[in-house]
């Protein structure tokens, strides 16, 4: 599918368990960021990338892991989930020639029990 | 702290109002979004100001610099306008982060 996707778009997991959450984009865009959403918050940044290998925290990376070893992909690990990870993960994409609109992806929600 | 206000939290509308939902922040920036998100939770982009106003069908979006202050308006409003309407900032000197206000829920009764 053309865009930005999401897997999965729900996941419950128990505490300790690590979990991934993939994002894929097809327009080659050079940016890419993970956000969480938080019922009392607006949308914070966990982790962005700027290009293929390169990757910087966001506000709120501790307990999160990234990795781009491809333009079109930007997966997010919990290496051992929490119950305050339980939140609303959106996964977004930005052409850094085209101006500065972010594309978000549908979003994966994710409870940890 | 680089910070993004709006107001009101809630709004609740009847169809055909004018709707005006406000953003204010704290220090100077480099450009401001406006963003809608869905009630089925989906995001998308509606403006980036940087100065002035935008106009796109019903929606207005204006900046003022100075004042650190920005507004979307949305004439004769509908209930499809329902919605979550965020703001968010990308403030002078940073790498192209954004900085998210808690976003305004908007609900429009037919």
């Known amino acids: ?113 | 702290k680089n910070e993004v206000e709006q107001s009101p939290q809630n709004l609740t509308a009847q169809e055909g109002e004018f709707i005006t939902i406000n953003c204010s922040y704290s220090v100077g920036i480099s450009a401001l979004h406006w963003l809608q998100q869905h009630p089925g939770g989906g995001i998308v982009s509606l403006f980036m100001l940087s100065s002035g106003k935008k106009k796109h069908g019903r929606l207005i979006a204006t900046i003022n610099i100075q004042e650190k202050h920005s507004s979307l308006h949305i004439t004769a409003s509908h209930p499809r306008d329902s919605a979550v309407y965020i703001c968010a900032v990308r403030f002078r000197g940073s790498q192209g982060n954004l900085i998210f206000g808690k976003g305004t829920k908007l609900s429009v009764k037919p």
């Open chain 1, 1 to 113: 599918d053309a865009g930005i996707t999401q897997s999965p778009r729900y996941k419950i997991t128990e505490t300790g368990r690590q979990v991934t959450l993939m994002c894929h984009q097809t327009w080659s865009h050079s940016y890419m960021f993970w956000y969480r959403q938080d019922l009392g918050h607006g949308l914070r940044l966990i982790y962005y990338s700027a290009a293929a290998d390169i990757t910087d925290k966001g506000e709120v990376p501790d307990g999160y892991v990234v990795s781009r070893s491809k333009t079109e992909n930007f997966p997010l690990t919990l290496e051992s989930a929490t119950r305050s990870q339980t939140s609303v993960y959106f996964c977004a994409s930005l052409d850094s020639n085209g101006g500065e609109t972010q594309y978000f992806g549908p979003g994966t929600r994710l409870l940890v029990l």
